[in-house]
């Protein structure tokens, strides 16, 4: 059997260690310490726009905090872009709010501003405002933001962009998570940089962080004993955490090159395949780290499923995997309302993810493209 190639796995910088060897020496293995400010702080600088910065142990803690700081309360409705990682819509449940999901758009893959509106005024003619929107950046496409952002706007709704998938992404020349009242990034292991497993949420204010690390650290008042008025979380990073997020930063602009890389491997290998689609930015407003290269397969053309296409390139050890199946479809969320036609549902039957990692060899690039060539 021929080594396992995967979608998308860790690859470290080098200087992961120096970080974390410098936190053993100074016995800084705890929730805070120089690693937790320098990490924030080379993410402040790399999404260039003047924001703040809060580590935490995960994105999904990230999107849970960011809804509790915008007010999101039990028995509010929060928006979210149906086709994503459930990761992006469970922390609504955590709150007891109830999601209503929106259809993608064909173009990015991402919310639909269409949909998006038609949701928010039945919504209200319901009698119920939306709480909040989640948008999603799904795969490091960015979504079309000038039209989401000026519909939140125009509804006064706080908009989060769940980034998770996109640190490096741009749309127009401004990175992705800076645009909404919050972002929030992933470091989880499959993701562009990792740190093992981690999160961020991207503030634009010094209130909104320091609310943030107040609530991950358990909410201690300022008192010699412990005192609590708010209910507090555990979801602050740990300094060993921090010091691989250090490193993996000194690498990042490489990963999103090697990335993009693939993406254009891809491009050229699918070219002279009738009835395949690369997914690619609709124009150069959009910049995409090309986190996974997916493509989609019509098998009208091609005789054949994306699912065989998955079964061929398993016979040779390496993993593909389906688009993400959209929420509404999901038996957690089948009583959520939805908003759209048909455009996720027919996204996730002809979709395909293709091997992406920063760290895949020539050799298993030829391993690839023998599978594809073998199979069209
Ligand atoms: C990975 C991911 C998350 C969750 O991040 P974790 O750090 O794994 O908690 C949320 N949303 C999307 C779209 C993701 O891909």
């Not at 700081?69 to 007891?96: K, L, R, W």
């Not at 039209?147 to 640190?167: C, G, H, K, W």
């Not at 503030?203 to 412990?226: E, I, M």
């Amino acid at each position: 059997m021929s080594e396992k190639i995967w979608l998308s796995s860790p690859h470290m910088g080098g200087n992961e260690l120096k970080y974390i060897n410098e936190a053993f020496k100074e016995n800084w293995v705890a929730p805070l310490g120089p690693n937790v400010d320098g990490f924030e702080k080379d993410l402040e600088l790399f999404l260039n726009k003047d924001v703040n910065v809060a580590v935490l142990s995960a994105g999904t803690a990230a999107i849970h905090l960011a809804l509790i700081e915008c007010g999101v309360e039990h028995g509010d409705e929060v928006i979210c872009q149906s086709m994503t990682f459930s990761a992006s819509a469970n922390p609504i449940s955590y709150c007891g709010a109830t999601p209503v999901f929106i259809d993608s758009e064909s173009d990015t893959w991402n919310m639909c501003p269409k949909a998006l509106k038609e949701a928010i005024e039945d919504r209200i003619k319901n009698g119920k405002k939306p709480k909040a929107i989640i948008v999603v950046h799904l795969y490091g496409m960015p979504a079309k933001m000038d039209e989401i952002v000026s519909i939140a706007n125009e509804y006064q709704i706080d908009l989060i962009e769940d980034a998770a998938e996109a640190l490096g992404s741009k749309y127009k020349d401004q990175s992705c998570g800076t645009f909404g009242r919050f972002g929030i990034l992933s470091f989880n292991g499959n993701k562009i940089i990792t740190t093992s497993g981690g999160g961020a949420l991207v503030c634009h204010t010094k209130d909104d962080k320091d609310k943030t690390v107040f609530l991950s650290t358990q909410a201690r008042d300022n008192a010699p004993h412990y005192q609590h008025s708010h209910i507090g979380f555990n979801y602050r990073m740990s300094n060993i955490v921090a010091g691989i997020g250090r490193g993996q930063m000194e690498v990042l602009q490489d990963r999103v090159d090697a990335r993009r890389a693939m993406h254009d491997f891809y491009v050229n290998i699918f070219e002279k395949i009738d009835g395949v689609e690369v997914f690619s930015e609709p124009n150069s407003d959009f910049y995409s780290n090309h986190w996974l290269s997916s493509i989609i397969i019509d098998p009208a053309i091609v005789g054949k499923t994306r699912e065989d296409l998955r079964l061929a390139f398993l016979e040779d050890n390496i993993e593909s995997r389906p688009l993400w199946k959209p929420m509404h479809m999901q038996p957690i969320f089948a009583d959520a309302p939805y908003y759209g036609t048909n455009v996720s549902e027919k996204l996730f039957e002809d979709g395909l993810c293709l091997p992406s990692g920063s760290n895949l060899s020539d050799e298993e690039r030829e391993r690839i493209a023998n599978v594809i060539s073998k199979f069209f």
